[in-house]
């Protein structure tokens, strides 16, 4: 019934009558729907209802027809890989999805554009000193006001814990007590004193800067316009005509289902009582032809802490626990949309792990890129200049020597795909091994450990090297997702971590078999002004208790997990999803005509 409201949704959108017509109409099979009847209650109706209802179900045939024809066909099962961190683990709550039935939250303007008497990075207005955008040499001194701060927070943390000798009657009076409480406004005031704070607020000021906090504002109860094909995309596919009551009703029912806090055993069993709930009320799909074999952090009956390993049809559950969804859920329910064949999703992600360490691949094993060395030299002359100022010595950090070992993700990656590859049939039902398998595929979501590090994108262009001679693919289609958190449009696309992925995508080899999806336009910043208006606003005002509201229903984690969204991580899997498809199906990547078309505002 659900699938004909909607049938009758597109239909009447596009029917030559008149809006009023289109919304009784709607309004009135609504109803119909809810109540589950299975005739009109209006007789003048039923013949104008009935013509409506068939020439809906024929377009529907045809677009269904349409697009089992422009589906990519395969034959052998497509084998794709998913790696990365924490939110490839993925830490939201599916309940959360309801955020995308209803309008963006609205923080309110004269409250969340205010500056704060001291720095914060919370702060809208304060947050210029990184969305400051303008000529490069003001971008140059407010990095190097951010420097100032963090050695000003450091030398006088030091001096209030006695590092540099009994406290001085020139550094003023001493704080009294400890914590967070005591010490960061002590600190805060300190940098005032030093002038770092108005010399930012000159710059965030400076007529220069093209994107004020009135422009930030803007942008952020903008967004949800700029992607709302996509949101009714995703709504339609994933929810499609679910509301408020209906969620509710998945809540009742997951607490009537009594399912374990932390689960010891039967993890598949639990799994899937959550996730047939989860159809039942909110219509979030489980997949046919796609399943997947989970390796990490995730919750599985197989392994021990960070190592169990879960395996079954794609649904919901497949994130950090059995009621967490991360990217995985919306690239596979994408790629059964786009490709018809049986897809294995096989997905390792640890949290708090880094390309430059932990995912580091065995091919640099005691090699040194070029960003690398360059980095590391230039710390060695700025600490031995500082050493030789100060009157001490200073052991310079020396080039890396081989270990002979593998990096700690891929230890435990390795081995799995080994296993996995040896016997596919084990994981997906559908595996023929006259025919094979091939390797559709691999998505790779990290970057937050890494934001400091200058050869991200070397790193990664050897790390997609290594995985292709793994598995032997030279032109494997790889898509990255980038770091959504720097959202604003004209960021979006810069820094270490994202800057670096648009660096690895034109390298040779990659450039043509690589995408990077640009997660920012996804990443609900609004909710990030939501908290502040929980954490700063008089509770007696009615927004506080609006975004305490939104807050609860929208969010299920902090907000560098992204703020554990189903909406965000819904919109960012299957664009994720869409992307590979893609590519696999022989098309160029999309992210260069984006590039294109920011660097030209």
Not at 447 to 462: I, R
Request: glycine residues 8%; proline residues 6%.
């Amino acid at each position: 019934m659900r699938r004909a409201v909607y049938g009758m949704k597109v239909f009447v959108k596009n029917f030559a009558i008149t809006d009023l017509a289109k919304f009784s109409l709607l309004l009135h099979f609504h109803r119909c729907a809810r109540s589950k009847l299975t005739h009109f209650q209006y007789p003048h109706l039923n013949h104008l209802m009935k013509t409506l209802y068939i020439a809906c179900s024929l377009a529907g045939l045809l677009a269904l027809t349409a697009n089992a024809e422009t589906k990519l066909k395969k034959e052998k099962l497509q084998i794709v890989f998913l790696m990365g961190q924490s939110n490839m683990v993925g830490l939201a709550d599916p309940e959360t999805a309801v955020y995308l039935t209803e309008p963006a939250y609205v923080p309110p303007k004269d409250f969340v554009t205010k500056k704060s008497e001291f720095f914060d990075w919370q702060n809208l207005y304060w947050q210029g000193v990184r969305t400051f955008k303008g000529p490069q040499k003001y971008k140059d001194e407010l990095d190097a006001l951010v420097e100032e701060r963090r050695m000003s927070r450091m030398k006088w943390r030091q001096r209030v814990k006695g590092q540099h000798g009994p406290w001085q009657e020139a550094w003023g009076k001493k704080p009294e007590g400890k914590g967070r409480g005591v010490m960061y406004p002590y600190l805060d005031a300190k940098a005032a004193e030093e002038g770092i704070y108005e010399r930012m607020d000159a710059i965030i000021g400076h007529p220069d800067n093209e994107f004020t906090v009135e422009a930030a504002y803007q942008e952020l109860i903008a967004r949800d316009k700029v992607i709302a094909d996509e949101i009714e995309l995703v709504r339609r596919e994933y929810l499609q005509d679910a509301d408020h009551s209906d969620f509710q009703s998945f809540q009742d029912a997951i607490k009537a289902a009594k399912i374990p806090r932390n689960l010891e055993s039967d993890v598949e069993q639990w799994r899937s009582t959550y996730a047939h709930l989860a159809r039942e009320h909110v219509n979030l799909p489980i997949a046919e032809r796609v399943h997947i074999v989970a390796h990490g952090h995730v919750d599985g009956s197989e392994g021990e802490k960070n190592r169990y390993t879960t395996h079954g049809p794609l649904s919901v559950g497949f994130g950090g626990s059995i009621n967490k969804i991360g990217p995985e859920y919306g690239i596979g329910i994408a790629l059964e949309r786009m490709v018809d064949a049986p897809i294995l999703l096989v997905k390792c992600s640890w949290g708090n792990t880094a390309i430059k360490d932990a995912w580091r691949p065995p091919t640099l094993d005691g090699v040194e890129t070029p960003s690398e060395k360059a980095a590391r030299e230039a710390w060695n002359k700025k600490m031995a200049a500082r050493a030789e100022a100060e009157g001490r010595e200073y052991t310079p950090v020396p080039a890396p020597k081989k270990t002979g070992e593998l990096s700690y993700c891929w230890g435990m990656t390795l081995p799995h795909i080994e296993k996995v590859l040896a016997d596919p049939g084990k994981y997906h039902p559908e595996y023929d091994p006259d025919l094979g398998y091939e390797i559709g595929g691999m998505v790779w979501f990290q970057g937050y450990s890494d934001q400091n590090n200058p050869a991200y994108g070397e790193h990664l262009v050897e790390l997609v090297n290594f995985m292709r001679d793994q598995v032997d693919t030279p032109d494997m289609p790889f898509v990255a997702g980038t770091l959504g958190m720097p959202a604003y449009r004209h960021m979006a696309l810069e820094g270490n971590v994202n800057g670096g992925m648009i660096q690895a995508a034109q390298f040779p080899g990659m450039r043509g078999t690589m995408d990077v999806v640009n997660t920012a336009p996804y990443f609900p910043l609004e909710l990030d002004m939501a908290h502040n208006v929980r954490t700063g606003m008089d509770k007696e005002d009615p927004e506080h208790a609006k975004a305490m509201d939104i807050l609860k229903r929208a969010t299920s984690n902090k907000g560098f997990h992204y703020h554990g969204s189903a909406k965000c991580f819904l919109l960012m899997g299957d664009a994720m999803g869409r992307s590979l498809a893609n590519l696999m199906a022989g098309g160029e990547p999309k992210i260069f005509e984006q590039l294109t078309c920011i660097s030209c505002e």
